[in-house]
């Protein structure tokens, strides 16, 4: 069965970090272009960013408002994917989503999503 | 960024309706859209990518259609597990955007 399973979500303060894991099951990982996708309360879906398979370069990219604070990484071996949050801010608020296509590169029409991990950011 | 307009932002509809979801792109994004349907407290499922191809399993009823600009997308016949939020989403360039998203709801 493919299966994302997102992890490492919580409640932390206004410039704290926190780290959050996507364990990926079922399809070739090391072959997938990863992407976060967040949705605050009430809110519509946000792109955060991509990492490319390493056989595509592996290179990631970053929506605008979490450049230079978020860091995107993956650990093929363990079929995981990791997102390094730095510096959080109270808007950085939501449901955090892995997420990945099946399709013909680019791999940004993401049929394969996880359930998601609420990050909270208050004092 | 490519900015991605979503209109309506939402619409009352009734059972048997034909609906019709628009979505614009601030420049051209060739046919590289995707329209995804999302329920409370699930993950968005995807309907259509390559702003025409209906996903594995999404029932006929859910087309596609548009490139450049302009894109639509169109439930022929609404049925009651329809009523959700819409999102488009382009993926033609390295950073990727969704619409402002599409309510549904029951009229």
């Known amino acids: 069965e493919v299966q994302l399973v997102e992890s490492g979500g919580g409640l932390v303060k206004p410039g704290g970090s926190l780290r959050l894991s996507c364990a990926a099951s079922g399809f070739t990982f090391s072959n997938a272009w990863m992407s976060w996708v967040r949705q605050a309360p009430g809110k519509g879906l946000e792109w955060v960013g991509r990492?490319?398979?390493?056989?595509?370069?592996?290179?990631?990219d970053y929506a605008a408002p979490v450049k230079g604070r978020f860091t995107i990484s993956r650990d093929d071996s363990k079929n995981t994917l990791y997102l390094q949050m730095n510096s959080l801010k109270t808007e950085d608020t939501a449901v955090y989503y892995c997420?990945?296509?099946?399709?013909?590169?680019?791999?940004?029409?993401?049929?394969?999503w996880g359930q998601g991990t609420m990050v909270t950011v208050s004092s | 960024d490519i900015q991605m307009t979503q209109s309506p932002s939402t619409l009352s509809a009734s059972v048997g309706d034909r609906v019709t979801i628009t979505c614009r792109a601030s420049q051209s994004i060739s046919s590289w859209l995707a329209w995804y349907q999302q329920k409370p407290g699930k993950a968005p499922k995807l309907l259509i990518y390559k702003a025409s191809s209906l996903e594995s399993g999404v029932p006929s009823r859910f087309s596609g259609s548009g490139s450049g600009t302009e894109f639509t997308l169109t439930i022929s016949s609404l049925q009651p597990d329809d009523f959700a939020t819409y999102y488009c989403?382009?993926?033609?360039?390295?950073?990727?955007?969704f619409g402002g998203g599409t309510k549904v709801e029951i009229k």
């Open positions: 997420t990945t296509g099946s399709y013909s590169p680019p791999y940004d029409a993401f049929d394969i």
């Open positions: 989403q382009q993926y033609n360039s390295y950073s990727l955007t």
């Open positions: 990492i490319k398979s390493k056989t595509d370069g592996g290179t990631t």
